[in-house]
């Protein structure tokens, strides 16, 4: 409201001088022109009486000035014949003897000396005072009579010009604050219109900071496009924080659940060795080797896990990624060869185009030994089936997948698999090794990528994973 209070004052200030300027020059104009024209009929008329001598002329001038007195609201004529006297139609335009039955002296002398200066001659405009007349704007036109020069002149007040200025004046003060009014009346609607929805979004804020993550912004139907649109991104953020919120407790405590079981093995494993079953408490060597069997398998479930959790940590951060060139085919290769030697499978090398793409070669050997890993959970020694194909998917997109002929997943989790500690019944349990992260990494190193990740059924009615990644 103050700015638009600033802006309308500054717009009223500018016009006013406008207009303020612009009346006072035609208001002089129209004076000028006015008393032009008296001057110079006055001076038409002693010339048209034809008066042979100065005298005669000054007779005339004296008729003409009696016909037509002067009031507040007529024009002031005079005649100066410089040497032989002066004609005007206010008596005492040229001074008087004695003051008015209303003015001392003082008064009167001043005005003696105001009509001295009306007698001396100024042709074209000028601005005098005179007597009980006050400012005038005069012009005298020249004339020959009896061989001497007269003048001519005629005058009006310029307290006109002023009296007219202060009415625009006041006009313009009223009409001032009237629209200064209106302009803030209207500035606060506005405000408050655009506001009320600016203070509903602050109050949903407000509420959030305190950890409610409920409430949404509803606006009206009659809010404006940019504000609808702020709402509904402020809504889409709402909606997403409250989805991270909700699977990062889900995630806190599905980790909870994963470490606690190995921890609770070492613990037991650990009251098991300072017990034993002997009087002296020791264990026997084959108790003690079980013993420590079983503690390193935890601890490396363990680090599998913690290794496993910082890299769907660091997934989101912008050095997740070492880019490079990578060779598919030969990488998949050299993958399948070495995972050849640590189970017993039937790994087959189906299409391999020859495609070269830039990806961190780390990451995408990490994502593929966790699709093969997870093949290799699902199929049965030795003859499982474990394939990779490498293939192009238009200009823009290689294709890798890696397919199983295992028991497959069920259409109604196959968006699931890839959920952080996600376990199909009976398919994938603690028991075969797997906290339920594999799939989920394999998801964050191809978004990573700006690629992405899904699974269907096989050929052999297992399934096949499809990795997407962009070939530029």
Known sequence: MAS???????????????????????????????????????????????????????????????????????????????GVGEAGNHPELFGASKPDDDETEAEQARENVEGLRMQRPAPGYSTKL????????????????????????????????????EVVTHSFELAGVIGLGLALLAAYVVGTRIAAPIRRSAEVAARIDAGDLTPRVQLPASASSELQVMADALNRMLDRLATAFSAQREFVADASHELRTPLTVLRGQIDVMSGGDRDDGSLSPEELERVQRLMEAEIARLTRLVDDLLVLAQSDRDDFLYRAPVQLDELVTELWDGLSLIAERNFELGQLE?????????????????????????????????????????????????SDDGPGIAPELRERVFERFFRTDGARTRAGGGAGLGLAIVQAIAEAHNGSVRVTESASSGATFALDLPLD
């Open 4 to 82: 638009v209070a600033a802006v309308v004052l500054v717009a009223l200030v500018a016009i006013f001088a406008v207009v303020y300027g612009s009346t006072r020059s035609q208001l002089e104009s129209q004076v000028d022109r006015s008393v032009r024209g008296s001057a110079l009929e006055l001076r038409t008329a002693i010339v048209e009486r034809g008066a042979e001598s100065a005298r005669t002329a000054l007779a005339n001038a004296r008729r003409y000035a009696t016909s037509q007195p002067y009031t507040k609201s007529s024009v002031l004529l005079f005649v100066l014949i410089p």
């Open 130 to 165: 005179a007597p009980d007349a006050g400012s005038v704007r005069l012009f005298e036109a020249s004339f020959r009579v009896g061989g001497r020069i007269a003048y001519a002149g005629a005058g009006e007040p310029a307290n006109a010009v002023d009296h007219a200025q």
């Open 354 to 402: 020859p495609v070269k793409i830039s990806a961190d070669p780390d990451r995408l050997a990490q994502a593929l030994r966790n699709l093969a890993r997870n093949a290799i959970t699902h199929t049965r020694a030795p003859d499982g089936l474990v394939r990779v194909d490498v293939t192009r998917r238009g200009p823009a997109t290689v294709r890798i997948t890696v």
